[in-house]
T-cell receptor
Framework: EDKVVQSPLSLVVHEGDTVTLNCSYE??????LLWYKQEKKAPTFLFML????IEKKSGRLSSILDKKELFSILNITATQTGDSAIYLC?????????????FGQGTTLQVKP | NAGVMQNPRHLVRRRGQEARLRCSPM?????VYWYRQLPEEGLKFMVY????????ESGMPKERFSAEFPKEGPSILRIQQVVRGDSAAYFC?????????????FGPGTRLLVL
């Protein structure tokens, strides 16, 4: 059964800290891995990763994929209170060709001033 | 270019009533996905639709739940005879293509509370 596991489930840091969020997956026929940020409303798209070892970067956020070890990390440097959110990792279901996403439980990040 | 629209944003129903949740995909998107997020849980896939077709409903409960995406108008997720366990946030996502390389964009969700 396809599975996505995120860790830690929750994290509390202070502004300026750097955090690393983890996502491991088991999926048949891997195609891509996606990161979303969920505040009070819609999950908003952050990154899609398809190739191992290539870092994707957007401002203070970056992410990388390791297809051999079946995991991805999301890094946030110089955290701000506005980074407080649930970070979701997802992979498309392996044996289905419909693009439906399998989500991890999410990591709840709280950044204190 | 408006994003994915969902309404209502909040819905309160008593046990036994019907809940109808609407989703308008992003302009140019013809693929719609519905997900449910129960308290303290991650998003779970429910159903995938294209215009006038249900493609994958493997995540839908067998009873009381149905979905449609008519030729004209929004996609509708209908829950009949709601029970307290249906209380959750229901998210709709859309994409322009079916394949797994295509990013899904999410709406703000409808938070259903069953009293």
């Amino acid at each position: 059964e396809d599975k996505v596991v995120q860790s830690p489930l929750s994290l509390v840091v202070h502004e300026g800290d750097t955090v690393t969020l983890n996502c491991s997956y088991e999926v048949t026929n891997f195609r891509s891995l996606l990161w979303y940020k969920q505040e009070k409303k819609a999950p908003t798209f952050l990154f899609m990763l398809t190739s191992s070892g290539i870092e994707k970067k957007s401002g203070r956020l970056s992410s990388i994929l390791d297809k051999k070890e079946l995991f991805s990390i999301l890094n946030i440097t110089a955290t701000q209170t506005g980074d407080s959110a649930i970070y979701l990792c997802a992979v498309p279901h392996g044996s289905s060709n419909t693009g439906k996403l399998i989500f991890g439980q999410g990591t709840t990040l709280q950044v204190k001033p | 270019n408006a994003g994915v629209m969902q309404n209502p944003r909040h819905l309160v129903r008593r046990r036994g009533q019907e809940a109808r949740l609407r989703c308008s995909p992003m302009k140019g998107h013809s693929h719609v996905y519905w997900y449910r997020q129960l308290p303290e849980e991650g998003l779970k896939f429910m159903v995938y639709l294209q215009k006038e077709n249900i493609i994958d409903e493997s995540g839908m409960p067998k009873e009381r739940f149905s979905a449609e995406f008519p030729k004209e108008g929004p996609s509708i997720l209908r829950i009949q005879q709601v029970v307290r366990g249906d209380s959750a946030a229901y998210f709709c996502a859309s994409s322009s293509q079916m394949n797994a390389q295509e990013t899904q964009y999410f709406g703000p969700g409808t938070r259903l509370l069953v009293l």
